[in-house]
């Protein structure tokens, strides 16, 4: 057996299996990482649906001030109360009034029609609606919004027919025709539409938590070892990249499976992608995170940093998504960045399949961009190890070397912590005596 380890290509191996071990055994004892990586996938998803359930609401409160009271606005008013949306609970005398209403909450919008609003109709000008809405509550305002729309809509195609029928020729009442038709999102809600895509978002800021985290304990197991972490496994530094990445893609099987799939089932979001096809795209997405979050350990110190480097990232890469602003608007400087973001492709992928029912194939090139982004993870994540990481290794044994608290006065300078160094004990911080030189990195 020890003649088979001589070999380079089976030693790289071994070693890689081992550091995957140990990862492994990392991520099952640390009730942070365990956290981040199992807890936060079961529980976010849950969440999120309960804060956005029910998806769309109905008979929202509204106040209407008609300061025409012409039969034009009269017919708008009963229209709109008569649609699903929004319920005409009071008019109004004055816009004053309406405002004290909203204020006191009994109701949530104000339809103002002004002064010479019919007279405008029938001279064949254009005439305005106002719309006051309460936007403590986006369903409020969509479903105000949708209402007042489609009321409009529906009179002017009735104006436009009584003025083509004039005209001396046999037009049918149905000339103009509004019709609105939910495609994909057929209950036309809000957490249909952005969930499936904050889901994507959830499994990889919680990969990128549990990786920096690890490596913050890492670094913090050096501090107090004079630069070196007794429980890592010496590895090249592919080997070490490749079985670390190979833990977490094992690790996100069973979350991304109840996040992607079986979540949604409860509560009725669009399924109608492929279960195979949704896997396989999911493949180079955890790859490609997995590889981004060992690129990313750079910015983490500590433990603790971690939120501070990482949490305001997840804001940043919705917008980049395109769940709230479409990338067809972005300019060319967010488009780029956009475009090294795994989710961004995996989100638009995803929806795409389960919203729209796209097959793998129609989704090609967002797959093959994700494979990219897995090779291109990967070369970020070897230089950080390898070029920094590293060598901050080699410098922390060399000042411990010299020094034995070294390391922890730095660390305490750097945390802004007044403390006498004759204060500093060796036992407290676990400096061990007579601690063996480091293993190489090569």
Not at 124 to 148: N, P, S
Not at 374 to 399: K, N, Q, S
């Amino acid at each position: 057996m020890s003649d088979r380890r001589n070999n380079p290509v089976v030693r790289w191996f071994y070693d890689l299996f081992r550091v995957w071990k140990r990862e492994i055994w990392f991520s099952f004892h640390d009730e942070g990482v365990i956290i981040f990586f199992l807890v936060l996938c079961l529980v976010y998803p849950v969440l999120y649906a309960l804060i956005y359930n029910p998806e769309t609401a109905h008979d929202v409160a509204v106040v209407v001030v008609d300061e025409d009271r012409s039969s034009d606005s009269r017919q708008f008013a009963r229209a709109l109360d008569a649609t699903p949306e929004v319920c005409v609970v009071q008019y109004a005398s004055s816009i004053e009034e309406a405002r004290r209403a909203l204020n006191d909450k009994q109701c949530y919008g104000i339809i103002r029609f002004a002064g010479g609003y019919g007279r405008t109709i029938h001279r064949g000008e254009q005439a305005h609606v106002e719309v006051y809405c309460d936007m403590g509550l986006m369903f409020r305002y969509k479903q105000i919004l949708i209402a007042v729309t489609n009321v409009q809509q529906a009179f002017n195609s009735q104006l436009l027919h009584q003025r083509l029928s004039v005209v001396p020729v046999n037009i049918s009442p149905g000339t103009i025709n509004n019709e609105q038709v939910a495609l994909g999102n057929t209950s036309m809600g809000l957490a249909s539409a952005i969930l499936p895509a904050i889901f994507i978002l959830v499994l990889q800021q919680s990969m990128l938590l549990g990786i920096c985290m690890l490596h913050g304990g890492s670094r913090e197991r050096r501090l107090h070892n004079q630069g070196v972490d007794p429980l890592e496994i010496p590895a090249g530094v592919a080997a070490s990249i490749l079985g670390k990445s190979l833990c977490y893609w094992m690790i996100y099987i069973i979350p991304t499976v109840y996040t992607l799939v079986i979540a949604p089932k409860f509560f009725d979001f669009p399924q109608v992608g492929d279960l195979r096809s949704i896997l396989v795209l999911a493949l180079p997405f955890l790859l490609a995170s997995s590889f981004m979050g060992q690129a990313m350990k750079i910015f983490v110190n500590d433990r603790e940093s971690t939120f501070i480097a990482l949490v305001f990232t997840s804001v940043i890469f919705v917008f980049l998504s395109g769940i709230s602003w479409p990338r067809c608007s972005m300019s060319p400087l967010w488009l780029i960045v956009g475009n090294f973001i795994p989710s961004t492709w995996a989100v638009n992928a995803y929806v795409q399949m389960q919203s729209g029912g796209a097959t793998l194939e129609q989704q090609s090139t967002a797959y093959f961009m994700l494979w990219v982004l897995t090779g291109v993870m990967f070369v970020l994540a070897y230089v950080v190890e390898r070029f920094i990481c590293r060598r901050r290794y080699r410098r922390m044994r060399h000042y411990a070397k010299r020094d034995p608290l070294a390391l922890i006065r730095e660390e305490y300078r750097r945390q802004a912590i007044d403390i006498l160094p004759e204060r500093i004990n060796q036992a407290d911080f676990g400096v061990p005596a007579g601690l063996t030189e480091a293993p190489s990195d090569d």
